[in-house]
Protein backbone atom coordinates (compact mmCIF):
# COMPACT_ATOMS: atom_id res chain seq x y z
CA UNK A 1 0.00 0.00 0.00
CA UNK A 2 2.82 2.17 0.64
CA UNK A 3 4.64 1.54 -2.33
CA UNK A 4 1.26 2.24 -4.42
CA UNK A 5 1.21 5.57 -2.99
CA UNK A 6 4.54 6.67 -3.15
CA UNK A 7 4.13 5.32 -7.49
CA UNK A 8 0.95 6.98 -7.37
CA UNK A 9 2.86 10.77 -6.33
CA UNK A 10 5.82 9.82 -8.24
CA UNK A 11 3.66 9.35 -11.24
CA UNK A 12 2.12 12.82 -10.89
CA UNK A 13 5.70 14.67 -10.29
CA UNK A 14 7.04 13.20 -13.34
CA UNK A 15 3.70 14.01 -15.63
CA UNK A 16 3.53 17.63 -13.92
CA UNK A 17 7.44 17.54 -14.64
CA UNK A 18 7.57 16.62 -18.58
CA UNK A 19 3.84 18.71 -19.20
CA UNK A 20 4.22 21.88 -21.57
CA UNK A 21 4.62 24.70 -19.77
CA UNK A 22 1.76 27.36 -19.42
CA UNK A 23 1.60 30.15 -21.17
CA UNK A 24 2.43 32.50 -17.71
CA UNK A 25 5.67 30.57 -17.40
CA UNK A 26 6.57 30.80 -21.08
CA UNK A 27 6.51 34.07 -20.15
CA UNK A 28 8.63 33.88 -17.50
CA UNK A 29 11.06 31.90 -18.27
CA UNK A 30 11.53 34.53 -20.91
CA UNK A 31 12.98 37.37 -18.49
CA UNK A 32 16.24 37.60 -18.25
CA UNK A 33 17.52 38.17 -14.36
CA UNK A 34 20.83 39.95 -16.26
CA UNK A 35 19.86 42.11 -18.88
CA UNK A 36 16.16 42.66 -18.05
CA UNK A 37 15.71 42.78 -13.94
CA UNK A 38 19.05 44.29 -13.12
CA UNK A 39 18.03 47.22 -15.48
CA UNK A 40 14.79 48.30 -13.65
CA UNK A 41 16.57 48.23 -10.28
CA UNK A 42 19.19 50.58 -11.79
CA UNK A 43 16.12 52.50 -13.09
CA UNK A 44 14.66 52.97 -10.30
CA UNK A 45 17.73 53.46 -8.11
CA UNK A 46 17.45 50.51 -5.72
CA UNK A 47 20.96 49.52 -6.46
CA UNK A 48 22.45 53.33 -6.72
CA UNK A 49 24.95 54.37 -3.80
CA UNK A 50 22.30 56.15 -2.35
CA UNK A 51 20.32 53.11 -1.94
CA UNK A 52 20.96 49.27 -1.73
CA UNK A 53 23.67 49.80 -3.76
CA UNK A 54 26.10 51.70 -1.08
CA UNK A 55 28.94 49.75 0.48
CA UNK A 56 27.37 48.49 3.02
CA UNK A 57 23.85 48.41 0.97
CA UNK A 58 20.42 49.85 3.45
CA UNK A 59 17.96 48.19 5.84
CA UNK A 60 20.10 44.91 5.64
CA UNK A 61 19.70 44.71 1.69
CA UNK A 62 23.04 44.98 -0.18
CA UNK A 63 22.96 45.60 -3.71
CA UNK A 64 26.18 46.12 -6.09
CA UNK A 65 26.07 49.21 -7.54
CA UNK A 66 24.25 49.51 -10.65
CA UNK A 67 24.52 45.68 -10.94
CA UNK A 68 27.85 45.59 -11.69
CA UNK A 69 27.90 42.25 -10.03
CA UNK A 70 24.72 40.65 -11.32
CA UNK A 71 25.50 36.67 -9.74
CA UNK A 72 25.66 38.26 -6.37
CA UNK A 73 22.38 40.65 -6.78
CA UNK A 74 20.68 37.39 -7.78
CA UNK A 75 21.71 35.20 -4.34
CA UNK A 76 20.87 38.62 -2.33
CA UNK A 77 17.33 39.04 -3.60
CA UNK A 78 16.72 35.20 -4.27
CA UNK A 79 18.17 33.06 -1.69
CA UNK A 80 19.42 35.52 1.18
CA UNK A 81 17.58 35.06 4.56
CA UNK A 82 15.64 32.05 2.87
CA UNK A 83 14.58 33.23 0.42
CA UNK A 84 12.19 36.00 2.24
CA UNK A 85 12.20 38.49 -0.09
CA UNK A 86 10.58 36.59 -2.88
CA UNK A 87 6.84 34.93 -2.79
CA UNK A 88 7.27 31.97 -5.78
CA UNK A 89 3.61 30.85 -4.56
CA UNK A 90 1.87 34.47 -4.68
CA UNK A 91 4.58 36.73 -6.37
CA UNK A 92 2.58 39.87 -5.51
CA UNK A 93 3.04 38.67 -1.83
CA UNK A 94 6.54 39.09 -2.85
CA UNK A 95 8.67 41.84 -0.36
CA UNK A 96 10.56 43.18 -3.23
CA UNK A 97 7.26 44.05 -5.05
CA UNK A 98 5.75 45.44 -1.74
CA UNK A 99 8.01 47.33 -0.82
CA UNK A 100 8.91 49.10 -4.02
CA UNK A 101 5.03 49.81 -4.36
CA UNK A 102 5.12 51.18 -0.80
CA UNK A 103 2.10 48.95 -0.10
CA UNK A 104 4.34 48.19 2.85
CA UNK A 105 6.43 50.62 4.77
CA UNK A 106 9.46 51.44 2.67
CA UNK A 107 12.27 54.06 3.43
CA UNK A 108 12.84 54.64 -0.25
CA UNK A 109 9.00 55.42 -1.28
CA UNK A 110 7.13 54.52 -4.05
CA UNK A 111 9.50 53.18 -7.03
CA UNK A 112 6.94 52.54 -9.45
CA UNK A 113 3.32 51.28 -9.33
CA UNK A 114 1.51 48.13 -9.60
CA UNK A 115 0.10 48.83 -12.87
CA UNK A 116 3.60 49.59 -14.76
CA UNK A 117 5.78 47.42 -16.82
CA UNK A 118 8.22 46.92 -14.59
CA UNK A 119 6.06 45.32 -12.05
CA UNK A 120 4.44 43.12 -14.58
CA UNK A 121 8.21 42.10 -15.22
CA UNK A 122 9.26 41.52 -11.86
CA UNK A 123 5.45 39.65 -10.81
CA UNK A 124 6.79 37.59 -14.30
CA UNK A 125 10.44 36.33 -13.01
CA UNK A 126 8.69 35.36 -9.80
CA UNK A 127 6.44 33.27 -10.72
CA UNK A 128 8.76 31.57 -12.84
CA UNK A 129 10.70 30.78 -10.42
CA UNK A 130 12.76 33.58 -10.09
CA UNK A 131 15.66 31.72 -12.06
CA UNK A 132 19.27 33.65 -13.36
CA UNK A 133 18.60 32.29 -16.76
CA UNK A 134 21.43 33.98 -18.39
CA UNK A 135 20.39 33.76 -21.83
CA UNK A 136 21.95 36.45 -23.47
CA UNK A 137 24.60 39.22 -22.88
CA UNK A 138 24.65 42.61 -23.87
CA UNK A 139 27.30 43.69 -25.96
CA UNK A 140 26.70 46.76 -27.36
CA UNK A 141 24.35 49.90 -26.51
CA UNK A 142 23.17 52.69 -29.42
CA UNK A 143 22.10 56.28 -28.09
CA UNK A 144 20.79 58.57 -30.50
CA UNK A 145 21.38 61.49 -30.48
CA UNK A 146 25.26 61.12 -29.70
CA UNK A 147 25.91 65.16 -30.10
CA UNK A 148 23.10 67.84 -30.96
CA UNK A 149 23.27 71.37 -31.20
CA UNK A 150 19.95 73.14 -30.77
CA UNK A 151 18.80 76.23 -32.41
CA UNK A 152 17.68 77.81 -29.05
CA UNK A 153 17.32 77.55 -25.41
CA UNK A 154 13.66 75.69 -24.24
CA UNK A 155 14.01 73.49 -27.13
CA UNK A 156 14.23 69.52 -26.91
CA UNK A 157 14.69 66.56 -28.54
CA UNK A 158 13.62 63.14 -27.41
CA UNK A 159 16.64 60.30 -26.59
CA UNK A 160 16.32 56.45 -27.83
CA UNK A 161 18.52 53.58 -26.74
CA UNK A 162 18.58 50.25 -28.62
CA UNK A 163 21.03 47.30 -26.99
CA UNK A 164 22.63 44.80 -28.78
CA UNK A 165 22.81 41.25 -27.27
CA UNK A 166 25.22 37.97 -27.98
CA UNK A 167 21.97 36.35 -29.58
CA UNK A 168 21.42 38.64 -32.62
CA UNK A 169 18.44 40.56 -30.91
CA UNK A 170 18.11 44.30 -31.11
CA UNK A 171 16.08 45.74 -28.23
CA UNK A 172 14.67 49.51 -27.33
CA UNK A 173 15.57 49.28 -23.78
CA UNK A 174 15.28 53.58 -23.88
CA UNK A 175 12.15 53.62 -20.83
CA UNK A 176 14.71 50.93 -18.96
CA UNK A 177 17.90 54.04 -19.49
CA UNK A 178 18.86 56.34 -16.57
CA UNK A 179 19.33 59.82 -17.96
CA UNK A 180 21.60 62.05 -15.80
CA UNK A 181 22.47 66.06 -16.10
CA UNK A 182 25.96 66.81 -14.86
CA UNK A 183 24.03 70.47 -14.41
CA UNK A 184 20.16 70.23 -13.83
CA UNK A 185 19.80 73.76 -14.19
CA UNK A 186 21.05 73.27 -17.90
CA UNK A 187 19.70 70.46 -19.22
CA UNK A 188 16.26 68.94 -17.89
CA UNK A 189 15.32 65.76 -18.28
CA UNK A 190 12.17 64.04 -18.26
CA UNK A 191 11.68 60.86 -17.62
CA UNK A 192 8.62 59.46 -19.14
CA UNK A 193 8.95 60.85 -22.78
CA UNK A 194 12.81 60.86 -22.40
CA UNK A 195 13.16 64.31 -23.46
CA UNK A 196 16.06 66.90 -22.90
CA UNK A 197 15.60 70.20 -22.60
CA UNK A 198 18.00 72.62 -22.50
CA UNK A 199 17.54 75.72 -20.35
CA UNK A 200 21.39 77.32 -21.23
CA UNK A 201 23.24 78.93 -23.94
CA UNK A 202 26.41 76.52 -24.14
CA UNK A 203 27.06 72.81 -24.72
CA UNK A 204 26.22 70.78 -21.81
CA UNK A 205 26.48 66.68 -20.90
CA UNK A 206 24.03 64.13 -20.24
CA UNK A 207 24.99 60.72 -19.20
CA UNK A 208 22.92 57.64 -20.48
CA UNK A 209 23.53 54.23 -18.42
CA UNK A 210 22.14 50.51 -19.48
CA UNK A 211 23.62 47.98 -17.47
CA UNK A 212 27.54 48.40 -18.02
CA UNK A 213 27.21 50.89 -20.81
CA UNK A 214 27.54 54.30 -19.96
CA UNK A 215 27.38 56.87 -22.75
CA UNK A 216 27.36 61.03 -22.90
CA UNK A 217 25.10 63.08 -24.85
CA UNK A 218 26.32 65.88 -25.55
CA UNK A 219 23.87 68.34 -26.30
CA UNK A 220 23.51 72.31 -25.84
CA UNK A 221 22.53 76.10 -28.16
CA UNK A 222 24.86 77.92 -29.74
CA UNK A 223 26.00 80.90 -27.08
CA UNK A 224 26.00 83.79 -29.69
CA UNK A 225 22.98 84.62 -31.89
CA UNK A 226 24.49 85.62 -34.81
CA UNK A 227 26.88 83.86 -37.09
CA UNK A 228 30.55 84.92 -36.51
CA UNK A 229 32.03 83.99 -40.00
CA UNK A 230 35.59 83.58 -40.51
CA UNK A 231 36.99 84.60 -37.48
CA UNK A 232 40.28 83.67 -37.15
CA UNK A 233 41.68 83.51 -40.46
CA UNK A 234 44.94 84.55 -40.63
CA UNK A 235 47.17 86.46 -38.03
CA UNK A 236 48.32 90.02 -37.27
CA UNK A 237 51.46 89.26 -39.69
CA UNK A 238 50.28 87.58 -42.22
CA UNK A 239 51.23 83.89 -40.91
CA UNK A 240 48.52 81.27 -41.81
CA UNK A 241 46.45 79.84 -39.05
CA UNK A 242 47.93 76.22 -37.85
CA UNK A 243 46.20 73.05 -37.80
CA UNK A 244 45.44 73.94 -33.83
CA UNK A 245 43.84 77.28 -34.51
CA UNK A 246 41.72 75.16 -37.29
CA UNK A 247 40.40 73.11 -35.13
CA UNK A 248 39.65 75.39 -32.19
CA UNK A 249 38.00 78.14 -35.06
CA UNK A 250 35.12 75.25 -35.60
CA UNK A 251 34.75 75.28 -32.41
CA UNK A 252 34.30 78.79 -32.07
CA UNK A 253 32.07 78.72 -34.99
CA UNK A 254 30.29 76.08 -34.29
CA UNK A 255 28.93 77.96 -30.82
CA UNK A 256 28.78 81.52 -32.50
CA UNK A 257 31.59 82.69 -30.83
CA UNK A 258 33.69 85.36 -32.06
CA UNK A 259 37.46 84.49 -31.60
CA UNK A 260 39.97 86.68 -29.63
CA UNK A 261 42.20 88.66 -32.00
CA UNK A 262 46.12 87.49 -32.41
CA UNK A 263 48.23 88.74 -29.51
CA UNK A 264 50.76 91.68 -29.88
CA UNK A 265 54.42 91.28 -29.73
CA UNK A 266 54.23 92.23 -25.70
CA UNK A 267 51.37 90.17 -25.03
CA UNK A 268 52.98 87.39 -26.47
CA UNK A 269 56.34 87.65 -25.19
CA UNK A 270 55.40 87.64 -21.35
CA UNK A 271 52.85 84.58 -21.86
CA UNK A 272 55.88 82.52 -23.42
CA UNK A 273 58.33 83.92 -21.36
CA UNK A 274 56.04 82.39 -18.41
CA UNK A 275 54.58 79.37 -19.97
CA UNK A 276 57.99 78.04 -21.09
CA UNK A 277 60.90 79.78 -18.38
CA UNK A 278 58.95 80.61 -15.47
CA UNK A 279 59.60 84.18 -15.29
CA UNK A 280 59.23 87.22 -17.27
CA UNK A 281 61.89 88.23 -19.72
CA UNK A 282 64.95 90.73 -19.02
CA UNK A 283 65.08 94.11 -20.53
CA UNK A 284 67.38 93.20 -22.83
CA UNK A 285 65.90 89.68 -23.85
CA UNK A 286 62.71 91.79 -24.45
CA UNK A 287 64.22 94.37 -26.56
CA UNK A 288 65.92 91.37 -28.44
CA UNK A 289 62.18 90.30 -29.33
CA UNK A 290 60.51 93.50 -29.94
CA UNK A 291 63.66 94.55 -32.42
CA UNK A 292 62.98 91.60 -34.51
CA UNK A 293 61.63 91.66 -37.78
CA UNK A 294 61.62 88.30 -38.94
CA UNK A 295 57.98 86.99 -39.64
CA UNK A 296 59.31 83.64 -37.65
CA UNK A 297 60.83 85.40 -35.06
CA UNK A 298 57.68 83.89 -32.17
CA UNK A 299 58.73 80.11 -33.51
CA UNK A 300 62.45 81.38 -32.90
CA UNK A 301 61.62 82.55 -29.67
CA UNK A 302 59.92 78.98 -28.32
CA UNK A 303 62.86 77.27 -29.87
CA UNK A 304 65.60 78.99 -27.71
CA UNK A 305 63.55 78.63 -24.79
CA UNK A 306 63.08 75.25 -24.93
CA UNK A 307 66.78 75.17 -24.98
CA UNK A 308 66.97 77.12 -21.68
CA UNK A 309 67.72 75.54 -17.75
CA UNK A 310 64.68 77.81 -17.25
CA UNK A 311 62.32 75.71 -19.00
CA UNK A 312 64.02 71.90 -17.98
CA UNK A 313 64.05 73.24 -14.06
CA UNK A 314 60.28 75.11 -14.57
CA UNK A 315 58.38 72.49 -16.08
CA UNK A 316 60.15 69.60 -13.84
CA UNK A 317 59.07 71.88 -10.35
CA UNK A 318 55.63 71.80 -12.65
CA UNK A 319 55.73 67.66 -12.81
CA UNK A 320 57.04 67.52 -9.14
CA UNK A 321 54.06 68.70 -8.10
CA UNK A 322 52.07 66.16 -9.94
CA UNK A 323 54.63 63.14 -9.21
CA UNK A 324 53.94 63.72 -5.84
CA UNK A 325 58.04 64.67 -5.13
CA UNK A 326 58.32 66.31 -1.29
CA UNK A 327 60.99 65.76 1.16
CA UNK A 328 58.46 64.90 3.94
CA UNK A 329 58.00 61.29 2.21
CA UNK A 330 60.96 60.74 0.42
CA UNK A 331 63.43 62.44 2.60
CA UNK A 332 65.63 65.53 1.22
CA UNK A 333 68.06 63.50 -0.47
CA UNK A 334 65.47 61.34 -2.09
CA UNK A 335 63.47 64.31 -2.98
CA UNK A 336 66.45 66.21 -4.75
CA UNK A 337 67.79 63.26 -6.65
CA UNK A 338 64.30 62.81 -8.01
CA UNK A 339 63.98 66.16 -8.77
CA UNK A 340 67.00 66.33 -10.66
CA UNK A 341 66.90 63.18 -12.73
CA UNK A 342 63.18 64.88 -13.88
CA UNK A 343 64.65 68.04 -14.66
CA UNK A 344 67.32 65.99 -16.75
CA UNK A 345 64.77 64.45 -18.45
CA UNK A 346 63.65 67.77 -19.95
CA UNK A 347 67.00 69.17 -20.24
CA UNK A 348 67.40 66.19 -22.68
CA UNK A 349 64.31 66.39 -23.88
CA UNK A 350 64.01 61.97 -23.14
CA UNK A 351 61.16 60.26 -24.72
CA UNK A 352 58.12 60.19 -22.10
CA UNK A 353 57.61 56.27 -22.12
CA UNK A 354 61.20 56.17 -21.61
CA UNK A 355 60.49 58.38 -18.10
CA UNK A 356 57.97 56.59 -17.51
CA UNK A 357 59.02 52.66 -18.05
CA UNK A 358 62.00 54.56 -16.03
CA UNK A 359 59.92 55.10 -12.77
CA UNK A 360 57.49 52.34 -12.86
CA UNK A 361 60.38 50.12 -13.26
CA UNK A 362 63.05 51.61 -11.18
CA UNK A 363 65.21 49.68 -8.08
CA UNK A 364 68.18 50.61 -5.90
CA UNK A 365 68.86 53.00 -3.54
CA UNK A 366 66.86 56.40 -4.23
CA UNK A 367 68.92 59.08 -2.87
CA UNK A 368 71.15 57.51 -5.85
CA UNK A 369 68.56 56.56 -8.52
CA UNK A 370 65.92 59.65 -8.70
CA UNK A 371 63.51 57.40 -10.50
CA UNK A 372 63.10 54.13 -7.13
CA UNK A 373 61.51 57.08 -5.61
CA UNK A 374 58.51 56.98 -7.95
CA UNK A 375 57.60 53.72 -5.62
CA UNK A 376 57.56 55.31 -2.59
CA UNK A 377 55.58 57.97 -3.27
CA UNK A 378 52.36 55.98 -3.16
CA UNK A 379 50.40 54.86 0.31
CA UNK A 380 51.16 51.37 -0.04
CA UNK A 381 50.39 49.26 -3.54
CA UNK A 382 46.85 50.35 -3.54
CA UNK A 383 48.45 53.76 -3.66
CA UNK A 384 50.84 53.03 -6.28
CA UNK A 385 48.32 51.84 -8.72
CA UNK A 386 46.20 54.74 -8.30
CA UNK A 387 49.17 57.25 -8.65
CA UNK A 388 50.67 55.14 -12.14
CA UNK A 389 47.09 55.23 -13.62
CA UNK A 390 46.62 59.06 -12.61
CA UNK A 391 49.92 60.21 -14.09
CA UNK A 392 50.76 57.87 -17.32
CA UNK A 393 46.84 57.29 -18.52
CA UNK A 394 44.92 60.08 -17.08
CA UNK A 395 42.59 57.78 -15.10
CA UNK A 396 40.78 58.04 -11.63
CA UNK A 397 41.22 54.08 -10.71
CA UNK A 398 40.81 54.38 -7.24
CA UNK A 399 36.63 54.54 -7.76
CA UNK A 400 36.83 51.07 -8.35
CA UNK A 401 38.57 50.57 -4.66
CA UNK A 402 34.87 49.81 -2.84
CA UNK A 403 33.12 49.11 -6.08
CA UNK A 404 33.10 49.39 -9.39
CA UNK A 405 33.76 52.31 -11.47
CA UNK A 406 30.39 54.05 -11.68
CA UNK A 407 30.80 55.89 -14.60
CA UNK A 408 33.86 53.86 -16.50
CA UNK A 409 34.43 50.12 -17.23
CA UNK A 410 36.97 49.32 -14.54
CA UNK A 411 36.17 47.03 -11.93
CA UNK A 412 37.44 46.11 -8.97
CA UNK A 413 39.57 43.19 -10.30
CA UNK A 414 40.99 45.76 -12.21
CA UNK A 415 42.16 47.99 -9.14
CA UNK A 416 43.17 45.52 -7.07
CA UNK A 417 45.09 43.54 -9.79
CA UNK A 418 46.75 46.22 -10.18
CA UNK A 419 47.80 46.84 -6.94
CA UNK A 420 48.56 43.57 -6.64
CA UNK A 421 51.03 44.05 -9.42
CA UNK A 422 53.33 46.28 -6.45
CA UNK A 423 52.25 44.36 -3.99
CA UNK A 424 55.88 42.33 -3.82
CA UNK A 425 58.01 45.83 -4.13
CA UNK A 426 60.13 46.54 -0.64
CA UNK A 427 59.72 50.75 -0.48
CA UNK A 428 62.22 51.62 1.75
CA UNK A 429 65.24 54.02 0.64
CA UNK A 430 66.31 50.58 -1.18
CA UNK A 431 63.82 49.73 -3.58
CA UNK A 432 63.70 46.10 -4.62
CA UNK A 433 61.09 43.02 -4.17
CA UNK A 434 60.63 40.66 -2.18
CA UNK A 435 59.93 37.02 -2.35
CA UNK A 436 56.22 37.52 -1.01
CA UNK A 437 53.64 40.01 -1.05
CA UNK A 438 50.06 39.95 -1.75
CA UNK A 439 46.95 42.65 -1.84
CA UNK A 440 43.56 40.95 -0.45
CA UNK A 441 40.32 41.22 -2.82
CA UNK A 442 37.58 42.38 -0.73
CA UNK A 443 35.05 40.91 -2.54
CA UNK A 444 36.49 37.41 -2.00
CA UNK A 445 39.14 37.77 0.99
CA UNK A 446 41.33 36.08 -1.23
CA UNK A 447 44.86 37.24 -2.99
CA UNK A 448 43.58 39.55 -5.75
CA UNK A 449 45.25 38.15 -9.11
CA UNK A 450 47.80 40.16 -10.77
CA UNK A 451 46.29 41.98 -13.92
CA UNK A 452 46.51 44.80 -16.48
CA UNK A 453 43.46 47.23 -15.73
CA UNK A 454 41.02 46.76 -18.42
CA UNK A 455 43.09 43.85 -20.22
CA UNK A 456 43.96 40.58 -18.88
CA UNK A 457 45.46 38.27 -15.61
CA UNK A 458 48.94 38.01 -15.05
CA UNK A 459 50.91 34.87 -14.89
CA UNK A 460 52.27 33.45 -11.19
CA UNK A 461 55.85 34.11 -13.41
CA UNK A 462 55.40 37.21 -14.78
CA UNK A 463 57.19 40.23 -13.69
CA UNK A 464 53.92 42.41 -13.63
CA UNK A 465 55.73 45.99 -13.01
CA UNK A 466 57.95 45.08 -16.06
CA UNK A 467 54.57 44.31 -17.94
CA UNK A 468 52.06 46.92 -17.41
CA UNK A 469 55.11 49.37 -18.06
CA UNK A 470 55.30 48.08 -21.07
CA UNK A 471 51.22 48.24 -21.72
CA UNK A 472 50.76 51.85 -20.86
CA UNK A 473 53.59 53.34 -22.12
CA UNK A 474 52.87 50.99 -25.70
CA UNK A 475 51.90 53.92 -28.69
CA UNK A 476 48.83 51.87 -29.15
CA UNK A 477 47.54 52.06 -25.32
CA UNK A 478 44.54 54.52 -25.65
CA UNK A 479 45.62 56.54 -22.61
CA UNK A 480 49.17 57.33 -22.88
CA UNK A 481 49.10 60.29 -25.02
CA UNK A 482 46.18 61.34 -24.48
CA UNK A 483 47.00 62.07 -20.60
CA UNK A 484 50.42 63.47 -20.80
CA UNK A 485 49.03 66.16 -23.97
CA UNK A 486 46.10 66.79 -21.71
CA UNK A 487 48.25 67.77 -19.11
CA UNK A 488 50.88 69.77 -21.09
CA UNK A 489 47.22 71.68 -22.50
CA UNK A 490 46.60 72.38 -19.05
CA UNK A 491 49.35 73.62 -17.82
CA UNK A 492 49.31 76.12 -20.46
CA UNK A 493 45.82 76.94 -21.30
CA UNK A 494 44.58 76.42 -17.39
CA UNK A 495 42.49 73.88 -18.13
CA UNK A 496 42.73 70.28 -19.68
CA UNK A 497 41.10 69.74 -23.09
CA UNK A 498 39.54 66.87 -20.62
CA UNK A 499 39.21 68.59 -17.11
CA UNK A 500 39.75 67.41 -14.99
CA UNK A 501 43.01 66.04 -16.36
CA UNK A 502 43.08 63.54 -14.56
CA UNK A 503 39.65 61.93 -15.23
CA UNK A 504 39.75 60.81 -18.85
CA UNK A 505 36.54 58.79 -19.71
CA UNK A 506 33.81 58.40 -21.87
CA UNK A 507 32.02 59.81 -19.36
CA UNK A 508 33.90 63.28 -19.34
CA UNK A 509 34.34 63.56 -22.96
CA UNK A 510 37.00 66.74 -24.35
CA UNK A 511 35.52 69.90 -25.07
CA UNK A 512 37.28 69.20 -28.64
CA UNK A 513 37.48 65.99 -29.88
CA UNK A 514 39.53 65.89 -32.73
CA UNK A 515 41.72 68.62 -31.06
CA UNK A 516 43.00 66.03 -28.17
CA UNK A 517 43.26 63.04 -30.78
CA UNK A 518 45.54 64.91 -33.16
CA UNK A 519 47.65 66.60 -30.02
CA UNK A 520 47.83 62.35 -29.23
CA UNK A 521 48.71 61.75 -32.23
CA UNK A 522 51.09 63.96 -33.45
CA UNK A 523 52.83 63.47 -29.80
CA UNK A 524 53.35 59.59 -29.92
CA UNK A 525 54.33 60.18 -34.04
CA UNK A 526 57.16 62.80 -32.46
CA UNK A 527 58.57 59.75 -30.31
CA UNK A 528 56.85 61.20 -26.99
CA UNK A 529 58.88 64.12 -26.76
CA UNK A 530 57.85 67.26 -24.77
CA UNK A 531 59.39 69.40 -26.70
Known amino acids: MVRLKYSFWLAIVIIFATAPNCPGDRMGDAVDFDT ?54 DPDASLMLLKATESVEHGGGVRFDSDSSAYEVLRSWISSG ?16 KSVLLDDVNESIAVTVVAKFDDGTEVDVTPMTVLSSDDPESVSIDKETHQLTVLRRGEHLVIARFLDQVQPIRIGVPIGTTDVGESVGVGSR ?71 SDFANYWALKWANTLAIDSKSLQSEGAEAYHAWLAEQF ?21 VNGPANFSRTGNGPDGIAE ?42 RVVGVAQRGEVTHPVTGQPAIPRIPGTRDLGADADGRLEFANWVTAPSNPYFARAAVNRIWGHLMGRGIIDPVDDIRAT ?14 RFSDNGFRFK
Not at 347 to 367: C, F, I, K
Open 36 to 89: QIIPILTRYGCNSGACHGAAIGRGGFQLSLFGSRSTNDHLAIARELEGRRLNLH
Open 130 to 145: AKRNQSRRLTAVKVSP
Open 238 to 308: GVAEGWIDVLIDNKLRELRIPASPPADDEEFARRVWLDLAGRLPTTTEWRSYRDDTEDDKRVRLIDRLLET
Open 347 to 367: RNDTPWNQSAMEMLTAEGDSY
Open 387 to 428: SATRIFMGVRLRCANCHDHPLDHWSQDDYHGLAAVFAKLKRG
Open 508 to 521: NPASHPQLIDSLAQ
